[in-house]
């Protein structure tokens, strides 16, 4: 499979109120500031800095209550076209919780083997209904986020609370080399 994959990334903000003193800000008027900014990141196919050539991407749902530990260097993840995900670097993290969600999705903090160079062991993130995130490594980085196999390659993703069932949009941009 050759991967090319687009990451635009824009803070809009336009604050009325007094001149701008806020560094990133540039005066629109006397009484307001705006804020505008945007990046836009290509990664080509392959392994190296600027590249990523496997992509996982799922809709997954977990019941009240329940926990899954994606493994990202195992056989139980396939990519978008059927073939089995081993990653061994993530350049890009996408995460979705679905807007009709009640309880939030929590990423994170796996009980062994947890995919740390990003969270650390026990760092959590905590996805509010429809809340989003976009996780991008630098253009110019090789590595990215290193996976290390049956040691550091668990993404625990677990449901906040009993009751009922969340719904969250994963995606895995990276590389097996």
């Given at each position: 499979m050759a991967l090319t994959s687009r990451f635009v990334l824009r803070a809009y903000g336009l604050?009325?109120?007094?001149?701008?003193?806020?560094p990133l800000a540039s005066a629109t008027t006397a009484d307001s500031a705006l804020i505008d900014l945007l990046t836009d990141i290509?990664?080509?196919?392959?392994?190296?800095a600027g590249q990523a050539s496997v992509?996982?991407?799922?809709?997954?749902?977990?019941?009240?209550?329940?926990?899954?530990?994606?493994?990202?260097?195992?056989?139980?993840?396939q990519d978008v076209?059927?073939?089995?995900?081993?990653?061994?670097?993530v350049k890009a993290l996408y995460i979705h919780a679905a807007?009709?969600?009640?309880?939030?999705?929590?990423?994170?903090?796996?009980?062994?083997?947890?995919?740390?160079?990003?969270?650390n062991t026990t760092?959590?993130?905590t996805f509010r209904p429809n809340a989003k995130m976009l996780f991008i490594a630098g253009e110019a980085d090789a590595t990215g986020y290193a996976v290390t196999a049956g040691t550091?390659?668990?993404?625990?993703?677990?449901n906040s609370a009993g009751g009922t069932p969340v719904s969250y949009t994963i995606a895995l941009f990276g590389s097996a080399t």
């Open positions: 604050a009325a109120g007094t001149a701008p003193t806020a290509n990664l080509a196919d392959g392994a190296g992509l996982y991407a799922a809709t997954r749902t977990l019941a009240a209550s329940a926990t899954e530990d994606l493994d990202l260097n195992g056989t139980a993840l076209l059927g073939v089995n995900v081993g990653l061994v670097r807007a009709a969600n009640s309880n939030n999705v929590v990423v994170g903090a796996a009980a062994t083997n947890q995919w740390a160079t990003l969270l760092g959590t993130l550091g390659d668990l993404l625990k993703v677990a």
